[in-house]
């Protein structure tokens, strides 16, 4: 089957059409022609308007397959991924039983060759995510581990924080932390200030990330190795990682799509979907985020795609768990953000540089090569809906709401899905 992508905004820093409006006409899973022609195909897109650029990546999803399928398993994470535009996607090793031995690694990653979105499994740096023990994490990178991180939770311990730096240097491994003092947040709801005050809510001080921030850096400083800051919210934190980087030390970070966008304001009614770890923060916390992202502090952003049963998120918002589900509603998230950044710089931080931090191969967009692709309309209005959610889990503040921005269409492995 020949599909042929029309006038679509080609952005793919290492094509030699980026930036360019070209034909792409896409035969057997490759990219056939790039061109002013009006090649004959089966299908025809037209992308005028739209931007067409590698697949997109997220570096930080949970699944609850295996343990808790009945909020999200493999299938329905790929459905919806797929749906929100990614083609690849790295889940957290927080599952029953923890993504800790290579029996696990190859659980998730099995039929990879042949999946329209590719599972990536990021393992546990210690047992069971309990910051106690090390994994074998030498095992797990042969086995196919991408990266090492306790998902949910941060790598509280400070000496096996600093023999996880020095473990994984025998590979260029690289540690994924979520940056949390744990008793600062203890019994924490929402952000501390103002809002927390008049909500009568517990609130989870800015402190306690940013004291975990500057500790792991000094760690970093003195042992060496890769460090990844995941879900940065504040903007003394971002602060940290951008005099880090001055500095030559192997530093990145990533932020939630919905944190520049959002703050604790929207809490006022006591809606548990917005109820998010790190939490909403305030106004200058999400213009230090939009700064980041424009200066290049921000590596890359993810989906935090956390999926949660009604039992553990439709209940008294102090009962409550954390976290949403936003793998399809993140594009519409990058429509947004592209009214204060620009499109480019957004588009490399879910594709490139997630795949460049990885140490996977580079994908890009030239005549010849695998068709791996994400089609975007940033002025696309739809609706998120019961009838259109691929997840199993409903915990969104999206859900019947409508959006500005959709992908609408990936190719993957010879595969495509369509929304046009």
């Not at 797990?140 to 998902?151: N, R, V």
């Not at 879900?231 to 951008?242: F, G, H, M, N, P």
């Not at 790190?278 to 590596?299: N, V």
Request: with cysteine; proline share 4%.
């Amino acid at each position: 089957m020949k599909t042929l992508i029309r006038s679509a905004q080609i952005l793919s820093s290492q094509s030699p059409f980026h930036k360019k409006i070209k034909n792409v006409l896409i035969q057997n899973g490759r990219i056939e022609e790039i061109g002013d022609k009006n090649y004959t195909a089966d299908k025809i897109i037209e992308a005028e308007g739209m931007i067409l650029s590698p697949g997109w990546f997220d570096l930080g999803s949970c699944v609850g397959d295996p343990g808790h399928e009945n909020r999200e398993d493999l299938s329905s994470l790929a459905k919806a991924a797929a749906a929100g535009g990614f083609t690849e996607v790295a889940v957290l090793p927080n599952t029953h039983p923890t993504v800790q031995t290579k029996n696990e690694v190859s659980y998730i990653t099995g039929n990879n060759d042949s999946r329209l979105v590719q599972v990536h499994a990021m393992a546990a740096v210690t047992k069971n995510c309990k910051g106690e023990e090390l994994t074998e994490m030498i095992d797990l990178h042969e086995a196919g581990a991408i990266a090492f991180t306790d998902g949910l939770k941060p790598v509280w311990h400070t000496d096996i924080f600093l023999k996880s730096l020095q473990y994984l240097q025998k590979f260029e491994g690289l540690l994924i932390d979520h940056p949390e003092d744990t008793w600062l947040n203890l019994f924490g709801q929402m952000h501390e200030g103002p809002n927390s005050t008049m909500l009568g809510l517990k609130g989870m001080p800015r402190i306690a990330e940013e004291v975990a921030v500057s500790r792991n850096l000094k760690l970093l400083d003195y042992a060496g190795g890769r460090l990844h800051f995941s879900k940065l919210s504040t903007a003394k934190a971002i602060d940290l990682v951008r005099t880090a980087k001055k500095k030559g030390m192997k530093i990145s970070c990533d932020i939630a799509s919905y944190q520049p966008l959002l703050n604790d304001e929207v809490l006022s009614d006591f809606d548990t979907n917005y109820k998010v770890n790190p939490p909403l923060r305030e106004k200058s916390d999400q213009d230090a985020l939009m700064k980041g992202l424009k200066d290049g502090t921000i590596d890359v952003i993810v989906s935090n795609h956390i999926p949660l049963d009604e039992e553990s998120k439709f209940l008294e918002f102090d009962l409550a768990d954390f976290g949403m589900i936003n793998l399809q509603t993140f594009a519409s998230h990058i429509a947004s953000l592209g009214n204060s950044v620009e499109m480019e710089l957004l588009i490399e931080k879910i594709t490139d540089a997630p795949r460049r931090l990885l140490n996977l191969e580079p994908v890009t967009i030239d005549i010849g090569l695998k068709a791996n692709l994400t089609l975007f309309d940033p002025t696309r209005e739809w609706t998120f809906s019961s009838d259109n959610n691929a997840s199993k889990s409903k915990n969104s503040p999206w859900l019947g709401k409508t959006m500005i921005g959709k992908a609408v269409a990936v190719f993957n492995n010879s595969k495509q899905t369509l929304d046009v």
